[in-house]
Protein backbone atom coordinates (compact mmCIF):
# COMPACT_ATOMS: atom_id res chain seq x y z
CA UNK A 1 0.00 0.00 0.00
CA UNK A 2 2.92 2.32 0.24
CA UNK A 3 3.47 4.72 2.93
CA UNK A 4 3.12 3.42 6.32
CA UNK A 5 2.78 0.07 7.09
CA UNK A 6 -0.68 -1.32 7.65
CA UNK A 7 0.20 -3.50 10.59
CA UNK A 8 1.07 0.17 12.72
CA UNK A 9 -3.31 0.62 12.39
CA UNK A 10 -3.93 -0.43 15.74
CA UNK A 11 -7.35 -1.62 16.61
CA UNK A 12 -9.12 -1.68 20.59
CA UNK A 13 -12.04 -4.72 21.44
CA UNK A 14 -14.88 -3.05 22.44
CA UNK A 15 -17.64 -5.46 22.56
CA UNK A 16 -18.22 -7.07 19.63
CA UNK A 17 -16.30 -5.07 17.44
CA UNK A 18 -13.09 -3.80 17.52
CA UNK A 19 -12.27 -0.08 16.64
CA UNK A 20 -9.34 2.64 15.41
CA UNK A 21 -9.12 6.22 16.01
CA UNK A 22 -5.95 6.27 13.56
CA UNK A 23 -7.18 8.91 11.06
CA UNK A 24 -5.18 7.31 8.84
CA UNK A 25 -6.58 3.65 9.31
CA UNK A 26 -10.01 5.35 8.59
CA UNK A 27 -8.50 6.89 4.86
CA UNK A 28 -6.53 3.88 3.90
CA UNK A 29 -9.27 1.16 5.33
CA UNK A 30 -12.78 2.56 4.86
CA UNK A 31 -12.32 5.89 2.56
CA UNK A 32 -10.41 3.50 0.18
CA UNK A 33 -10.89 -0.51 0.79
CA UNK A 34 -14.48 -0.23 2.39
CA UNK A 35 -13.92 -1.55 5.38
CA UNK A 36 -16.29 -1.22 8.61
CA UNK A 37 -18.02 2.12 9.16
CA UNK A 38 -17.01 5.08 10.90
CA UNK A 39 -19.56 6.50 13.98
CA UNK A 40 -18.19 9.66 15.58
CA UNK A 41 -14.70 9.76 13.99
CA UNK A 42 -13.77 5.38 14.97
CA UNK A 43 -13.42 3.07 12.33
CA UNK A 44 -15.50 0.03 13.82
CA UNK A 45 -14.54 -3.57 12.14
CA UNK A 46 -16.37 -6.85 12.77
CA UNK A 47 -14.64 -8.98 14.26
CA UNK A 48 -14.98 -11.06 10.98
CA UNK A 49 -13.26 -7.97 9.18
CA UNK A 50 -10.84 -7.75 12.19
CA UNK A 51 -9.78 -11.41 11.88
CA UNK A 52 -9.40 -11.48 8.03
CA UNK A 53 -7.22 -7.75 8.18
CA UNK A 54 -5.20 -9.54 11.30
CA UNK A 55 -4.88 -12.84 8.94
CA UNK A 56 -3.16 -10.59 6.43
CA UNK A 57 -1.07 -7.97 8.83
CA UNK A 58 -2.93 -5.15 8.22
CA UNK A 59 -3.85 -4.61 11.46
CA UNK A 60 -3.07 -5.63 14.72
CA UNK A 61 -5.73 -5.79 17.44
CA UNK A 62 -5.74 -5.37 21.25
CA UNK A 63 -7.93 -5.91 24.40
CA UNK A 64 -6.46 -3.09 26.56
CA UNK A 65 -2.37 -3.28 26.25
CA UNK A 66 -2.94 -7.18 25.46
CA UNK A 67 -2.13 -7.78 21.75
CA UNK A 68 -4.54 -10.43 20.53
CA UNK A 69 -3.50 -13.32 17.90
CA UNK A 70 -5.54 -14.48 15.25
CA UNK A 71 -6.97 -17.44 16.80
CA UNK A 72 -8.12 -15.40 20.08
CA UNK A 73 -9.90 -13.26 17.74
CA UNK A 74 -11.51 -16.49 16.33
CA UNK A 75 -12.45 -17.38 19.47
CA UNK A 76 -14.21 -14.47 20.89
CA UNK A 77 -15.95 -14.45 17.21
CA UNK A 78 -16.64 -18.26 18.49
CA UNK A 79 -18.07 -16.75 21.73
CA UNK A 80 -20.66 -14.30 19.64
CA UNK A 81 -21.64 -16.49 16.79
CA UNK A 82 -20.86 -21.11 16.35
CA UNK A 83 -20.92 -20.21 12.14
CA UNK A 84 -18.16 -17.65 13.12
CA UNK A 85 -15.88 -20.03 11.19
CA UNK A 86 -18.12 -20.65 8.36
CA UNK A 87 -18.82 -17.26 7.87
CA UNK A 88 -15.00 -16.22 8.04
CA UNK A 89 -14.58 -18.68 4.89
CA UNK A 90 -16.92 -17.10 3.11
CA UNK A 91 -16.02 -13.52 3.92
CA UNK A 92 -12.60 -14.24 2.99
CA UNK A 93 -13.19 -15.80 -0.57
CA UNK A 94 -15.73 -13.00 -1.56
CA UNK A 95 -13.16 -10.58 -0.18
CA UNK A 96 -10.33 -12.08 -2.00
CA UNK A 97 -12.34 -12.01 -5.55
CA UNK A 98 -12.31 -8.27 -4.94
CA UNK A 99 -15.92 -7.48 -4.00
CA UNK A 100 -17.07 -5.16 -1.12
CA UNK A 101 -18.77 -7.68 1.59
CA UNK A 102 -20.70 -5.68 4.69
CA UNK A 103 -23.29 -7.36 6.89
CA UNK A 104 -26.64 -7.57 6.20
CA UNK A 105 -28.45 -8.51 9.33
CA UNK A 106 -31.30 -5.87 8.75
CA UNK A 107 -32.02 -7.97 5.83
CA UNK A 108 -31.97 -11.45 7.87
CA UNK A 109 -28.78 -12.51 5.71
CA UNK A 110 -25.33 -12.73 6.53
CA UNK A 111 -23.98 -10.44 4.46
CA UNK A 112 -24.51 -8.05 1.42
CA UNK A 113 -22.03 -7.61 -1.70
CA UNK A 114 -20.96 -5.38 -3.83
CA UNK A 115 -19.82 -5.32 -7.08
CA UNK A 116 -15.84 -5.06 -7.06
CA UNK A 117 -15.53 -0.96 -5.54
CA UNK A 118 -18.18 0.22 -3.68
CA UNK A 119 -21.38 1.35 -5.73
CA UNK A 120 -24.94 3.14 -3.64
CA UNK A 121 -26.65 -0.75 -3.68
CA UNK A 122 -25.58 -3.88 -3.32
CA UNK A 123 -26.38 -6.14 -5.77
CA UNK A 124 -26.48 -9.39 -3.25
CA UNK A 125 -27.85 -10.84 -0.30
CA UNK A 126 -25.56 -14.03 0.99
CA UNK A 127 -26.39 -16.59 3.33
CA UNK A 128 -23.52 -18.92 4.65
CA UNK A 129 -24.79 -22.48 5.13
CA UNK A 130 -22.77 -25.60 5.76
CA UNK A 131 -23.09 -28.64 3.07
CA UNK A 132 -24.34 -30.81 5.62
CA UNK A 133 -27.37 -28.56 6.85
CA UNK A 134 -30.85 -28.62 6.27
CA UNK A 135 -32.84 -26.04 4.74
CA UNK A 136 -36.50 -25.82 4.43
CA UNK A 137 -38.45 -24.66 1.37
CA UNK A 138 -40.15 -21.69 3.52
CA UNK A 139 -36.75 -20.44 4.72
CA UNK A 140 -35.47 -20.25 1.44
CA UNK A 141 -38.71 -18.32 -0.07
CA UNK A 142 -38.68 -16.05 2.78
CA UNK A 143 -35.14 -15.13 1.88
CA UNK A 144 -36.03 -14.92 -1.70
CA UNK A 145 -38.75 -12.75 -0.80
CA UNK A 146 -36.77 -9.89 1.45
CA UNK A 147 -33.77 -10.12 -1.58
CA UNK A 148 -36.35 -9.49 -4.11
CA UNK A 149 -38.09 -6.74 -1.83
CA UNK A 150 -35.04 -4.83 -1.81
CA UNK A 151 -34.22 -5.37 -5.54
CA UNK A 152 -31.17 -7.86 -4.79
CA UNK A 153 -30.11 -11.46 -5.28
CA UNK A 154 -30.46 -13.88 -3.28
CA UNK A 155 -27.37 -15.95 -3.21
CA UNK A 156 -26.55 -19.60 -0.51
CA UNK A 157 -22.65 -19.74 0.00
CA UNK A 158 -22.73 -23.12 0.56
CA UNK A 159 -19.42 -24.57 2.67
CA UNK A 160 -18.32 -28.10 1.28
CA UNK A 161 -16.05 -30.26 4.14
CA UNK A 162 -12.96 -29.01 2.59
CA UNK A 163 -13.60 -25.42 2.97
CA UNK A 164 -14.26 -24.95 -0.71
CA UNK A 165 -17.20 -22.12 -1.16
CA UNK A 166 -20.15 -22.59 -4.08
CA UNK A 167 -22.25 -20.07 -4.96
CA UNK A 168 -25.73 -20.69 -5.56
CA UNK A 169 -28.46 -18.06 -6.80
CA UNK A 170 -31.47 -18.21 -5.71
CA UNK A 171 -34.79 -16.88 -7.28
CA UNK A 172 -38.01 -17.24 -7.97
CA UNK A 173 -39.92 -17.53 -11.77
CA UNK A 174 -43.29 -16.38 -12.96
CA UNK A 175 -45.16 -18.10 -14.96
Known sequence: MGGQKLTEFKFYLSGERVFSTMESALNKLYNK??????????????????????????????????????????????????????????????????????????????????????????????????????MYPNELTARVRVAHGVRKKMVLAVVDEDNDVVYYQVGRIKF
Do not use: C, P
Not at 47 to 76: P, Q, R, S
Open 33 to 134: RHYGEVVNGKLFLSLIEAAYLLEKEWIKVFDGEKELTLEEVFELGRKKDEQFDLKFLVYKDLRDRGYTVKTALKYGSHFRVYRKGMEDHADWLIWVVNESQR
